[in-house]
């Protein structure tokens, strides 16, 4: 049984409004195998678009290897944009050393409430995904009812939009369509994409990302 423990401790300032959450990355980022094109920092998988998404809507012109200078590129986007990262899954166990969100066992959450309750200046969380079992919203549902607390749908579109209280706060969810491939397939049956698609033959699944991402980033 591999031991898979998250290599980064949340990224939040005292000026974080927005706080993007995730499960944890994959496993090479524990280990330190990194490919030539991951860049060591959260989200820093090249085959996770987060950082491609955000590329494209501000024109940052970001590196893609295993550079300081890629790391420090992506630390100043999320510090200007008053913006931080604190994924749920601080260590699980995997019988097979893979990313997958349903082959986590033993499963150790991070107290993300703690987080919010440390900077209160934070007013939204952007889940990377949906409530599927295991994704980062699944995980927070299960941490919110731990306290005592659940979420409030304020938008059944896509991204949902949900709310919750917490210490006369009231914080905002968007959850995400996940930069994985997998949603491809789920994106591509979406009204709004099959519209976007017969307006522009050209228009494809990373462009409805950017589209959607624009809003909240």
Not at 83 to 91: A, K, P
Not at 155 to 181: D, M, W
Request: hydrophobic residues 35%; positive net charge.
């Amino acid at each position: 049984m591999f031991k898979h423990q998250h290599p980064y401790q949340p990224f939040i300032k005292k000026d974080t409004t927005k706080l993007i959450v995730g499960t944890l990355p994959p496993p090479r980022f524990s280990t330190g195998q990194l490919l030539e094109k991951d860049v060591d920092f959260c989200y820093g998988s090249y085959y996770n678009s987060l950082w491609l998404f955000l590329d494209a809507i501000h024109d940052l012109n970001l590196r893609f290897d295993n550079s300081q200078e890629a790391v420090d590129q992506r630390k100043a986007f999320l510090i200007n944009h008053n913006i931080g990262v604190c994924d749920m899954v601080e260590s699980c166990q995997r019988e097979k050393i893979d990313a997958s969100d349903l082959g986590m066992k033993n499963i150790e959450l991070r107290n993300l409430l703690g987080y919010l309750t440390q900077y209160p200046n934070i007013d939204t969380l952007l889940f990377t995904g949906g409530n599927s079992k295991n994704g980062p919203e699944y995980f927070f549902r299960k941490h919110l009812k731990d306290y005592g607390l659940k979420l409030q749908l304020v938008s059944n579109e896509i991204p949902r939009i949900h709310q919750f209280y917490l210490e006369q706060r009231t914080i905002k969810t968007v959850s995400l369509t996940s930069g994985s491939g997998a949603a491809n397939i789920s994106i591509s049956k979406m009204p709004l994409f099959k519209q976007l698609k017969n307006k522009n033959t050209q228009f494809n699944t990373f462009d409805f990302r950017v589209l959607q991402y624009r809003e909240f980033f």
